[in-house]
């Protein structure tokens, strides 16, 4: 009698990573017809085996999926293949921070040389190294912070997380039993040791710096404090994956545009009298004018040859108390900067 078939076999990377989909909201098929592709209606096609690079595999081509959902945010859910057309201008800075997030969340776990992705951008890929947000200028670097605060959040939280640390387990034990042969070297034996946690608690950097040279660390009665942390640090300390050496207003702008909503001044304020055409009476106070959903006096920001370019105000000697009293690198300064995607 034909013995009755109950159960499937299904790869264990692949099976996490086909569980974290369905957790976050897509439904994986396969399909000889195309590498990878969404249909807006929850299903993620993913080529057949016989189609992938024999480096590649399920597991690495739903997470790079998953990490292009992190870049073009929740509602390219609804947009075929994530709203993304393959061509154009803009198709290169997101292919490209769809790679930093990848970088980045694989490194937590010793993952990237299991989870490289094998399209075109891995020569993208190949040229990642250290501190991969270190150019804030960069529309990718600004899009992949974006990313990686969304991360942390519904749909992606906690399925992704959760699925990037059974990968790692399941990764550092194969890792145990793979040794090259003459005829393959295995993908685990590029598995790498997760770094060692920061002291801070937060994911440990590949920068060169230190708590001492970061824009988040202040003085506070005589202890060194990080604002990102919340509590103290030790100056000495490596860079955790928030670093950042330091805040130029000029690249930023956070604070004069979408992070904040209105300007308000006081009717004493000499700015008021200086710029009477940038004020508008609201009746119970007065704000300065916007331009859409930046200060009207803000000046700068487009992007040019892929590079935004520098902001300044045009009536900086003359700014409000408003703009005079805001810290650099003071927690409102964080705030602003997180809402615009500058900083993690
Ligand atoms: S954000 Fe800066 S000061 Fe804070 S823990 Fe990280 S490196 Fe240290
Ligand atoms: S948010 Fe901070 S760094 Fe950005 S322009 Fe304002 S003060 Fe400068």
């Known amino acids: ?74 509602d390219a859910f609804r947009r075929a293949d994530w709203g993304m ?9 997101r292919e490209h921070a769809c790679l930093r997030v990848q970088w980045l969340l694989t490194g937590r776990h010793g993952l990237r040389g299991v989870f490289a992705p094998t399209t075109d951008f891995r020569a993208f890929w190949d040229t990642l190294s250290g501190d991969v947000l270190a150019d804030r200028t960069d529309p990718s670097v600004q899009a992949a912070i974006v990313a990686l ?87 000495a300390w490596p860079a955790c994956e928030r670093f950042e050496a330091a805040l130029d207003c000029q690249t930023c702008g956070a604070c004069c545009r979408a992070a904040y909503h209105s300007v308000e001044v006081s009717r004493r304020d000499p700015a008021v009298a200086a710029h009477p055409e940038l004020v508008v009476d609201r009746g119970h106070y007065l704000e300065i004018r916007r331009s859409g959903d930046r200060c009207a006096a803000l000046h700068g920001g487009t992007v040019e040859d892929g590079r935004t370019t520098r902001y300044h105000c045009a009536i900086y000697d003359d700014r409000p108390r408003t703009c005079r009293d805001f810290t650099l690198g003071g927690a409102h300064c964080l705030t602003a900067r997180r809402r615009v995607g500058l900083t993690l």
């Open 1 to 74: 009698m034909a013995r009755e078939v109950t159960h499937r076999y299904i790869d264990p990377l692949a099976q996490v990573w086909i569980g974290a989909a369905r957790r976050i909201g897509l439904r994986v098929v396969r399909t000889p017809d195309a590498y990878a592709a969404t249909d807006g209606r929850g299903t993620l096609a993913i080529a057949t085996d016989t189609e992938l690079d024999a480096d590649d595999s399920l597991a690495q081509m739903i997470f790079h999926e998953l990490c292009h959902s992190l870049v073009e945010g929740e």
């Open 85 to 93: 057309d393959n061509t154009g201008p803009d198709h290169d800075w």
């Open 149 to 235: 605060r969304r991360s942390a959040h519904p749909p992606w939280a906690p399925a992704l997380g959760e699925a990037l640390a059974a990968s790692a387990r399941i990764a550092a034990d194969a890792a145990k039993f793979a040794a090259p042969t003459a005829d393959a070297r295995p993908l685990w034996i590029t598995v790498g040791a997760p770094p060692a946690p920061h002291p801070s608690g937060l994911p440990t950097g590949a920068g060169a710096g230190t708590c001492g040279t970061c824009a988040w660390r202040f003085e506070q009665r005589g202890a060194s404090r990080c604002r990102q942390a919340d509590g103290r640090v030790d100056p």
